[in-house]
T-cell receptor, first 114, second 112 residues
Framework: ETGVTQSPTHLIKTRGQQVTLRCSSQ?????VSWYQQALGQGPQFIFQ???????GRGNFPPRFSGLQFPNYSSELNVNALELDDSALYLC?????????????FGPGTRLLVL | QKEVEQNSGPLSVPEGAIASLNCTYS??????FFWYRQYSGKSPELIMF????GDKEDGRFTAQLNKASQYVSLLIRDSQPSDSATYLC????????????FGTGTKLQVIP
């Protein structure tokens, strides 16, 4: 157990809808990163939040947005869902942003877009 | 585009043998390297991390790093059927924040 939790575990949405995924980091971990993992692929970096500010972003469109809260929880919001958004969404928490910190993953949320 | 390359496999080894998993990366400035194990339907689980050239051993696992060749590997000694999983190589980019680039993973099958 990594101490990182995510909700919900599974979700089914239809194209065009909006979804909010939630993550609760380990206590004291002030950095959270979100990843999208399509079937058969490695996780792809969406963005990272450090002390409630976006700290970096991968090649994802603006309809992917996030929030980080002072209580070590965070959200990933996806608007205007597309079929290709179907994937496992992972959050990972760590301490700091210095470049050597180990990231600990939550169990993931599996999203299916119909 | 910074890349991490892995052979997708499957890599099949008999129980008790050594499994060797390899990874190359394109970002010459990367300093931190990780191996994660991912069982089907589960999230990645950290196995090893390595920062310095050379070998790092932890139980049955040995990570090897060669920054000049931009190559990192994972050896699993005395492979067990429970080691059957996908192994993800991950590299922290040199871009100033903690962006991690993952390879597509190598599927390992340990045959009893």
């Amino acid at each position: 157990e990594t101490g990182v939790t995510q909700s919900p575990t599974h979700l089914i949405k239809t194209r065009g809808q909006q979804v909010t995924l939630r993550c609760s980091s380990q206590s004291g971990h002030n950095t959270v990163s979100w990843y999208q993992q399509a079937l058969g692929q490695g996780p792809q970096f969406i963005f990272q939040y450090y002390r409630e500010e976006e700290n970096g972003r991968g090649n994802f469109p603006p309809r992917f947005s996030g929030l980080q809260f002072p209580n070590y929880s965070s959200e990933l919001n996806v608007n205007a869902l597309e079929l290709d958004d179907s994937a496992l969404y992972l959050c990972a928490s760590s301490v700091g942003t210095g470049g050597r910190e180990t990231q600990y993953f939550g169990p993931g949320t599996r999203l299916l877009v119909l | 585009q910074k890349e991490v390359e892995q052979n997708s496999g499957p890599l099949s080894v008999p129980e008790g043998a050594i499994a060797s998993l390899n990874c190359t990366y394109s970002d010459r400035g990367s300093q931190s390297f990780f191996w994660y194990r991912q069982y089907s339907g589960k999230s990645p689980e950290l196995i090893m991390f390595i920062y310095s050239n050379g070998d790092k051993e932890d139980g049955r696992f040995t990570a090897q790093l060669n920054k000049a060749s931009q190559y990192v590997s994972l050896l699993i000694r005395d492979s067990q059927p429970s080691d059957s999983a996908t192994y993800l190589c991950a590299v922290i980019d040199s871009g100033g924040y903690q962006k991690v680039t993952f390879g597509t993973g190598t599927k390992l099958q340990v045959i009893p």
